[in-house]
């Protein structure tokens, strides 16, 4: 099967998924199922996190007028229940209560942490941040959560740290698109250790002033702005710090198409679609992408040095 889309704006919301369309056109299939090994399951017993809200960060001017709430929480992507947007129903079998975070690799001290005892840790505030999927559409949200810099603190990584790692929870009986062979479960984020030094990456754990929707990454998420939104890894169940580039789940499965930085640049396009412009959810509006999605004066000094790594796929 072979899908064209020279315009990512023009992807029927609930059929076709760019993202995963790299997968029928090669034999991936060994290869990413060989990534799979190694990881460990996560058991995650229930209950819901209270998204706290905080006082709006009026830091980050969104620009650009909020989604329609029920938008946001019904056209989503979340592969470990299906490749479709259409996922929010299927989402609420996830159990998010108790729910914890398990904290290893080059820490002081290994550690399982609680969600409510992190939630007593951490200062809780609310940002309008824009969205960018790298299938070139965008919402704007308020979350509520904390920067991720307080939770790296409470993790105390080692000096010598350069990437911190992210693993996504799976629910086997309540995520059927984990019995996808074709995909590198478990879902895998990375950001270097700098990047989650800045004040923009941040931890979601409310939408709109209530609870994270499971659909949206209840119980707790990675929120990170200026990059392709499939770097904003859902359900974080496992935090590890090391000093290796960790490969992440879009990498693993297409390595020309996905790379590990993935910050937003209108000007480098998908090799299946232009980047030039992005499609506003629940609008008929197609306005252009602005590079980091126009966080630039906050995050563009992390890449200075950084020049000959593939920063914008
Ligand atoms: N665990 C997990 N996290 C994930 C994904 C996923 O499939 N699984 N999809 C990513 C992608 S591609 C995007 S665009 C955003 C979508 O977030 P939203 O559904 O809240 O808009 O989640 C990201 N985080
Ligand atoms: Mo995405």
Not at 73 to 86: M, P, V
Request: net charge positive; hydrophobic share 40%.
């Amino acid at each position: 099967m072979h899908i064209t889309r020279p315009h990512g704006w023009e992807i029927p919301e609930h059929k076709v998924t760019p993202e995963a369309a790299v997968l029928g056109r090669r034999g991936l299939v060994a290869g990413a199922a060989a990534l799979a090994a190694g990881h460990a399951l996560a058991a995650s017993p229930p209950a819901a996190a209270p998204g706290a809200v905080g006082p709006v960060n009026a830091r980050y001017k969104p620009g650009r007028a909020l989604t329609a709430e029920k938008v946001a929480e019904t056209y989503n992507n979340y592969y470990e229940i299906d490749d479709s947007k259409d996922i929010w129903q299927g989402a609420q079998q996830i159990r998010t209560a108790p729910w914890s975070i398990q904290v290893s690799g080059m820490v002081s001290k290994p550690r399982t942490i609680a969600l409510e005892d992190l939630f007593k840790q951490v200062q809780f505030e609310e940002r309008i941040y824009r969205h960018r999927c790298v299938e070139a559409w965008a919402m704007t949200v308020p979350w509520t959560g904390f920067p991720l810099r307080q939770l790296v603190k409470i993790c105390d990584p080692l000096a010598a740290a350069k990437y911190m790692v992210f693993q996504t929870a799976e629910q086997p009986k309540n995520m059927p698109g984990l019995d996808s062979p074709i995909y590198p479960w478990p879902y895998i984020e990375g950001l270097a250790i700098d990047e989650v030094a800045n004040d923009l990456a941040f931890v979601s754990t409310g939408l709109f002033g209530k609870p994270l929707p499971k659909q949206n990454g209840g119980p707790i998420r990675l929120t990170v702005p200026w990059k392709y939104g499939f770097k904003s890894a859902k359900a974080l169940v496992r935090i590890s710090f090391t000093d290796k580039q960790p490969v992440n789940f879009w990498q693993a499965i297409a390595p020309t198409e996905y790379g590990f930085w993935a910050n937003v640049n209108p000007a480098v396009p998908h090799p299946r679609w232009s980047q030039a412009q992005e499609r506003l959810i629940g609008t008929s509006e197609i306005v252009p992408t602005v590079i980091y999605n126009g966080y630039g004066d906050f995050v563009a000094s992390l890449y200075a040095n950084r020049s000959k790594d593939k920063l914008f796929m």
